[in-house]
């Protein structure tokens, strides 16, 4: 039997599962498939094993005006001040809440926990319905509209939706069903990720500290620990994750150096191979990709979830001012409407990469001078924080400061 919506959502991660809300907040049918069982519930508490994920200011609005923020807020560390710097080198840029005329510039969550929150408001949805475990296996084209196999516990079943939302991450299976092709850049680096505590306190200041192998960053969190990113080359993945707590910390101190003094008490080591997935169109017809699906980007910006939750209110704002969730005109618009943050956020985290990892001692007098001008030209810094706060372009209105 074929099941009928009027969107079909393939992919119930964080940017899957915004967009449904999104979707109900505006009163549109959807069903959302996704591959893995429900998460069973989430204590509310951040622990030491958690991946922390920083969401820049325009997401907090965002998953305010989603329901979902309520739950966050009391564990959320909050960035007031970030301070870029590269070992080595005299430059320092310091971006700061103030200067952007904000409370914070963002704020730090556990993704587990920002991952049970958004399942929390899922349950209380009512236009969406959620089928989990579901996993798409093909997609046919029918009149104004695609049908879906989806595999179900029970057996595969069949859905028509006129529009289908891939959401399924950097491996989409939607993109390539549909026809989109992708571009891949291996980085040739990962990145290890923790929860450590600093022997002295800088609230409220992200730090990001380049060096010749990679950036390292350190987080602020709610309880005065720090999450810590370090990146290595490809080369040094089993040794690094072969080192005791000890090692790895010593390795962590050395890159960053000792600006907050000692390091201790490392959490769960995370390692991630970092290769960019960039989807060579945003829309086919009758189908669109938002979030890892459409653009998987190197993490040292903190910009896949920002930008991804983006592309889905955008969508679903779009959605909210037509009859056809799948009209070419909403379809173009809404690839149009996405291309200057995508863009930017690509070449952002890109020139990032650049200036953090390029060991070129010729370049160093520039790049020291690079970060020292941005850190003298209060209008620079302002628009700088004003970007990597996520507006950039037309931003959706869910995303601006006092809201829709
Ligand atoms: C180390 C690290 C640190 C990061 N830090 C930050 C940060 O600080 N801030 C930030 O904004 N971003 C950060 N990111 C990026 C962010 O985590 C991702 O951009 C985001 O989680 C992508 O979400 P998604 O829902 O698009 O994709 P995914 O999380 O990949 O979800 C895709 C979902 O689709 C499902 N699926 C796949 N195929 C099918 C199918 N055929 N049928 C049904 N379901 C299917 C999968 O089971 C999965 O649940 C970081 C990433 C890494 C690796």
């Given at each position: 039997m074929t099941r009928h919506t009027d969107i079909l959502i393939v992919g119930g991660g964080l940017v899957g599962t915004s967009m449904a809300l999104a979707l109900d907040a505006i009163g549109r049918d959807a069903v959302l498939v996704e591959?893995?069982?429900?998460?069973?519930?989430?204590?509310?508490?951040?622990?030491?094993?958690?991946?922390?994920?920083?969401?820049?200011?325009?997401?907090?609005?965002?998953?305010?005006?989603?329901?979902?923020?309520?739950?966050?807020?009391?564990?959320?560390?909050?960035?007031?001040?970030?301070?870029?710097?590269?070992?080595?080198?005299?430059?320092?840029?310091?971006?700061?809440?103030?200067?952007?005329?904000?409370?914070?510039?963002?704020?730090?969550?556990?993704?587990?926990?920002?991952?049970?929150?958004?399942?929390?408001?899922?349950?209380?949805?009512?236009?969406?319905?959620?089928?989990?475990?579901?996993?798409?296996?093909?997609?046919e084209p029918?009149?104004?509209?695609?049908?879906?196999?989806?595999?179900?516990?029970?057996?595969?079943?069949?859905?028509?939706?006129?529009?289908?939302?891939?959401?399924?991450?950097?491996?989409?299976?939607?993109?390539?069903?549909?026809?989109?092709g992708v571009q891949e850049h291996d980085y040739a680096q990962c990145l290890f990720v923790s929860t450590i505590a600093c022997e002295r306190d800088a609230p409220e200041c992200a730090f990001e500290r380049f060096s010749d192998e990679g950036p390292v960053a350190l987080l602020p969190?709610?309880?005065?620990?720090?999450?810590?990113?370090?990146?290595?080359?490809?080369?040094?993945?089993?040794?690094?994750?072969?080192?005791?707590?000890?090692?790895?910390?010593?390795?962590?101190?050395?890159?960053f150096g000792w600006k907050l003094g000692a390091f201790g008490r490392p959490g769960r080591r995370f390692p991630h191979r970092i290769r960019r997935v960039l989807a060579e169109a945003l829309t086919a017809p009758r189908a669109v990709l938002v979030g890892n699906a459409a653009q998987a980007l190197h993490p040292i910006g903190a910009q896949g979830f920002n930008l991804g939750l983006r592309d889905a209110l955008t969508l679903a704002e779009l959605i909210s001012q037509a009859d056809d969730p799948g009209a070419p005109t909403l379809l173009q618009e809404y690839a149009s409407r996405r291309q200057p943050d995508r863009d930017g956020v690509l070449a952002f985290s890109h020139g990032l990469v650049a200036l953090a990892c390029l060991a070129q001692p010729a370049l160093s007098p520039l790049r020291s001078l690079a970060l020292a001008t941005l850190d003298g030209v209060p209008p620079l810094r302002r628009a700088i924080a004003r970007r990597g706060m996520g507006f950039r372009g037309v931003p959706p209105a869910a995303t601006l400061d006092g809201g829709p």
């Open positions: 591959a893995s069982p429900p998460p069973a519930a989430a204590t509310p508490v951040a622990d030491d094993n958690d991946r922390n994920l920083v969401l820049a200011h325009a997401s907090v609005n965002a998953l305010r005006v989603l329901g979902v923020w309520p739950d966050l807020e009391r564990i959320a560390g909050t960035i007031r001040r970030v301070e870029i710097s590269r070992a080595g080198e005299f430059g320092r840029a310091r971006l700061s809440a103030d200067d952007a005329g904000v409370d914070a510039l963002g704020r730090v969550v556990p993704g587990r926990l920002l991952g049970a929150a958004l399942e929390r408001r899922l349950a209380q949805c009512m236009h969406v319905q959620r089928l989990a475990p579901a996993k798409l296996l093909a997609l029918a009149d104004s509209a695609w049908r879906a196999r989806i595999a179900t516990a029970g057996g595969d079943c069949g859905i028509e939706a006129r529009l289908v939302v891939g959401a399924d991450g950097s491996g989409s299976n939607v993109r390539a069903l549909v026809g989109i969190l709610s309880d005065r620990r720090r999450g810590l990113v370090l990146t290595v080359s490809a080369r040094r993945h089993d040794e690094v994750l072969a080192m005791d707590d000890a090692q790895f910390l010593a390795l962590a101190q050395h890159r």
